[in-house]
């Protein structure tokens, strides 16, 4: 099956700084999502970015689906962008199976 | 438009028992996946249903199974409980339609059940 790498697996940062986080996927994909997983273990749609760039606020996201890699770009973090952010991929194969990477574990300090 | 809803949130059950958890899509979504979250092997695809048929299967065993009913809230049943059955199951929904035609497949996801195996 389709494999997904996340990248760092851990940040730290201070309040203000920016981030990039990446993700790389090993096959052609119909969907690409970023989730942030709130402390209660709910996943948060962030991106749905099967290819091409979006942005939302502070966050933004790149796929660029030819050459298999993702990255969502978290600008003057804040404390309240802690926490885990997955990034998962679901081949073109005709079903709704995501496969999710290892998640990046971002600490956003005052 | 409601969320995808999960119940129970919280589950003690004792090795050996059985378990069954609840799943509700999003109104007009048909297909629901379900998940498992360890801290050991992170977050993996248990099944998919779509309109009552399972389409898709992850690597677990038989303990593990499902089903989906007309109104497309889904259930899953973990039978003869192991204590490495702990953890987070997830249920998903999404619009996807039939296999091979896809325009819009985003996944959204329940707050889970937390499952602890005593």
């Known amino acids: 099956g389709i494999q997904v790498e996340q990248s760092p697996p851990d940040l730290i940062l201070q309040e203000g700084a920016n981030s990039t986080l990446r993700c790389n996927f090993s096959d052609s994909v119909n969907n690409l999502q970023w989730f942030h997983q709130n402390p209660w273990g709910q996943l948060i749609n962030l991106f749905y970015?099967?290819?091409g760039t979006k942005q939302n606020g502070r966050l933004s996201a790149t796929t660029v689906a030819t050459e298999r890699y993702s990255l969502l770009y978290i600008s003057s973090s804040q404390t309240t962008d802690s926490g885990v952010y997955f990034c998962a991929a679901m081949r073109d194969s005709g079903y709704s199976t995501l496969t999710f990477g290892k998640g990046t574990m971002l600490l956003v300090s005052p | 438009k409601a969320g995808v809803t999960q119940t129970p949130r919280y589950l003690i059950k004792t090795r050996g028992q059985q378990v069954t958890l609840s799943c509700s899509p999003i109104s007009g979504h048909r297909s629901v996946s379900w998940y498992q979250q360890t801290p050991g092997q992170g977050l993996q695809f248990l099944f998919e249903y779509f309109s009552e048929t399972q389409r898709n299967k992850g690597n677990f065993p038989g303990r593990f199974s499902g089903r989906q009913f007309s109104n497309s809230r889904s259930e899953m049943n973990v039978s003869t409980l192991e204590l490495g059955d702990s953890a987070l199951y997830l249920c998903?929904?999404?619009?996807?339609?039939?296999?091979?035609?896809?325009?819009?497949?985003?996944?959204?996801f329940g707050p889970g059940t937390r499952l602890t195996v005593l």
């Open positions: 970015i099967p290819s």
């Open positions: 998903a929904s999404s619009l996807a339609g039939l296999a091979g035609v896809y325009s819009y497949n985003e996944q959204f």
